[in-house]
Structure formats: C-alpha cells, structure tokens
C-alpha cells in the first residue's frame, strides 16, 4: 500500500505522545491537546495500511514562525522513509516562516545538514520542589491580566501566541506570575508530567526575579 500524509485528529496526536513517552521524552498531560486547539493543521502523520507509521508536529504562530517538534516514526518502520516524508510535509506546512526546532546533541548534526543552526543552549535541571522563597510578589494571573502576561510573552518568544497561551495558562496547569511595582517581571508555567512536573515557559527580567 502506498504511504498516505494527512493531518492527525486528537486521538492521534495522543498516540503520537505515547510514542513520545515511549521514547523517554516525558511529555505533559494535555500538552498536545493545547497546541493542537492553537493550530489544529500542525499534527501531521505517515499512515500505511490505515496504521500510523510516523508523525510531527509543525506548529505556527501566526505567519512568520513555526515550530518542529514530536518528530517521531515508528521504531518497526524505520528505515523505510516515512519519517522524511512527515518532515518534508512539516517543513512543507510552515513554509517561508523561521523555524525552531528542540535539538537533542545526537541529532545536531542532522539538523544542520537541513539548515538548521543552533541559536542558544537548554539546560535541564530536576530536583525536588521546597516552596516559593518569602517576600515576593507572586500570584497567579487573572483574567483582567492576560494582556499583560500577552504582552511581556511577546518579548520573550518570536511571535504572537495568544490562542495558545489563553490555553496554557488554563488549569490543569499552574501559572505564575511575579509582579514588581505593579507590573509583570516574570511568569512560568507547571504542568504535571508522566515523571512528575515540568516548568515551561519560565521568563524573568533577571535571575534574581
């Protein structure tokens, strides 16, 4: 049968996630779920035979950035092409936008031979929580200050990202935001994960917010 590239509905962006924890990538709960809600075209999958053999997501925001990621084929069917086809098509889907993808060491050198350049480094960090340190002003965001929390994100991240974050910002997940003199000086994000929480977005004027 020949292979067929189509879009992923929600169930299979879920598997594609189990794929992910599979992996050892320990994706958050509802994570997909809220970047497919921001762009529900950004899911595409490899089938063969009706079965899903490879999938991505090629997440846009707005008209001038994307993002790559859950780059994953299936490991029974490796080797056979399906994981170039589903990248093409990501790369296909976002067009002449600037791309960002998250870059495992191993796979650097594959992405630079596709164009890509490495822009900054990711350090990860995992530890026990102990409580947020007295004397802040920390609390979590409103609704009468989601512009805001819009606004200092734009400063952080490439593009826009509003139908994202009215979603990220939402329980399960618990946000923050660190407030000085009235105004946002950082904010982050936790969600539960398969092997406890990550934070993310984290963005602070300073270290010492």
Not at 67 to 83: A, K, S, T, V, W
Not at 197 to 207: E, M, Q, R, S
């Amino acid at each position: 049968m020949p292979r067929t590239i189509r879009l992923l509905a929600s169930q299979e962006v879920e598997m594609l996630v189990d794929w992910a924890a599979g992996e050892g990538w320990n994706p958050g709960f509802g994570d997909a779920a809220v970047f497919q809600a921001a762009d529900p075209e950004g899911f595409i999958g490899a089938f063969v035979d009706g079965e899903m053999v490879a999938g991505i997501s090629a997440v846009a925001y707005g008209d001038r950035f994307g993002f790559i990621g859950l780059y994953i084929c299936r490991p029974d069917r490796r080797g056979e092409g399906h994981g170039r086809a589903v990248w093409d098509a990501g790369m296909a889907r976002l067009g002449n936008r600037t791309i960002g993808l998250d870059g495992v060491v191993e796979q650097q050198p594959n992405y630079r031979r596709m164009g890509f350049q490495p822009v900054y480094e990711t350090l990860r960090y995992s530890g026990h929580a102990v409580g947020l340190p007295g004397g802040g002003d920390i609390r979590p965001p409103t609704p009468d200050r989601l512009a805001d929390v819009l606004a200092y994100d734009r400063g952080c991240f490439p593009a826009p990202r509003p139908a994202f974050l009215e979603g990220w910002l939402q329980p399960p997940r618990v946000a923050l935001l660190a407030m000085k003199a009235g105004r946002i000086c950082g904010y982050g994000v936790a969600r539960q994960c398969r092997e406890g929480f990550k934070v993310g977005p984290l963005f602070a004027d300073d270290t010492e917010t």
